[in-house]
DNA sequence: AATGAATGAGGCTTCATTCAT
DNA sequence: CATGAATGAAGCCTCATTCAT
């Protein structure tokens, strides 16, 4: 489709030159089609940036959610292997592509179209929690997955950022586990304590 | 002074707009100087972004020095404190500048300077730890300076680039504290170790 | 076409101002187009220059040589007049266009590019001088022409150049068929002198 | 002196980069002088090509004047000699300077200016002229005077603006020579034709 | 008198966007 | 729908000129 060819052109170039450097007719040229082209597909040069940005974005919260649907019960343990795996392999799959996308988001998002978006992904592990074959009811749905996809998060971030040379997905994944179900156990403790008390 | 204040512009339009948004008029006006001014302390654009950022780098280097000096002796730990607490504090006082200038130094600056600069605060380090009362003679003083620095930086870049709210420089100063602290015993036992073999 | 009246407003402002003193917003302006509309046509402003006169020059070579051309045949006095009506006669109808043209020349092309050029009135002649009826077999042809263009080339350009205000062309063109004629009686005389010894 | 050093430095640029291309600083830096200085003797840029010129010209001229002037008396021949060697000698000695100078001349002046310049030399040969022992008393001296400077004029001009390689003083010299004397035969037959008559 | 820091007009060029085909 | 020629705002930079020291 043209506009897929469009966005892909666009992230190529986005790789190549960064943001600023991205010209209409480069995009053009490297979609195969004409310039005023862009213009039937998209109202102007910032609205790609955007539009490319978020149909990204989709498209890993798409595949994260997959990971989570499952037709045979899983443990939460289970659970959170299964999307820390799809998550992280597929950022640092295509780590430089993903680093310059987020790098982006910052630059074009305002705070409310950050907040929305990662509501999503919030909902998304909401759901996946809950489907979890030993998700302790006593959870606050929303608050717990809030919090485990931050966590998530920001050590995904971080791999992805800050290092320089792009560290090994497997580490990163354990490191995920480690943490967000490290996360769980605290949280349980306070349920429990709280109840007992 | 005139080259200060163009400094000073810059940086203030690089935090508002981004340095590709950043026009030559626009420092000219807000360091209140003319057009041509600019053109007379620096041979062009890159040069005021390079410039700059090297400038502020020197001072962040020298604060951290000056922490490093002390006329009374002090320990290994004392040490670390006090280049951890000025880098940091220095940091995250101004976090948003400081992740700019660091943004920004990715871009423009070669893999060539950026090694120089890393040098320049390695041996910061490595002078100040030697000073300290308790430096273990037997260790490798470039080679300890090296991780010991990379691990501070790791530490502190991460809190001011990924965090998205600034965390708490007193809890990264802890980070780093620990982290450092725990560095030099391990290589303690490996000097240990290996004398006693 | 637009290409032309870039080029036509180019020379126009040349005669105005001089070269130096055209801007591209001048051109733009006469030749009724937008600033733009310059850089889709040319990559810069020197190239306007550098078209602008080899396009000039193409046309007078065009001129030239369909003077040269005719059904029926012809004498090499005839054609040395034709030739000579047709140069001399061009350059003097548009005296000062031709001067500037000419004065620009030498400051943008190399000496290369200059050779080239010369060449391709060279062989203009050569071929126009070789469908003479009248034409000495014994001529090395590439030479004569060589030389009998010089001596065109030179009076006409004294002619141009030299003179504050324009002289009459039909004296000119008597001046150039006066020196080339007694060029080709030399020619042949030295040509039979060496037969016959 | 320092003016005297201004106008070295722009006719040396001059040479070197063409008249457009020659900023005040490089003419402030060649001298040897601060910028301020330039206008301490010169309102202007354009002033500083001008009385250059003028004042080259004016040095051509005083070494003609001295040329034209002896203290024993000459024959009109005689005198026409050391003219056409004055000018002819000095202009082919730097015929690059002289050519850059002419060129900008052409530039700079208004037709008034040059008419008065070209009337002073007309007056120096006037003077000559009317020296020599055997000037002819029937001469309109002032229009007699014209036309030999006229005839001089053109064939150095020609010698050093047309042609490519600098051109032989003494042979340009004789050519000179032959004409001037010619056209003074000229018109002593005219005059005495007109006489007998 | 000499200096050069400061100035801003003006030149070249790029590029997002429009619109007629 | 698709195209790309045309446009002009806006950016970078140079340089003649001024003026306080």
Redesign the interface.
Known sequence: MTSRAIQDAFVLLLLER???KVSMRHIAAVAGVGLGTLYQYFPGRDSIAAVTVRSRLRGLAARVEEAGVASSPRTLEQMVHALAQALVGTLLGQAAEWRALFVLER?ISSSETYRELYRQFVHLFRDAFASASDWPAEFDRERVALNAFSIVD?IA??AL??QESCPDAGQVVEDVECAVNGYFLLERRKCGGARTR
């Open positions: 960064g943001y600023e630059r920001a971030k971080h950022l800050v």
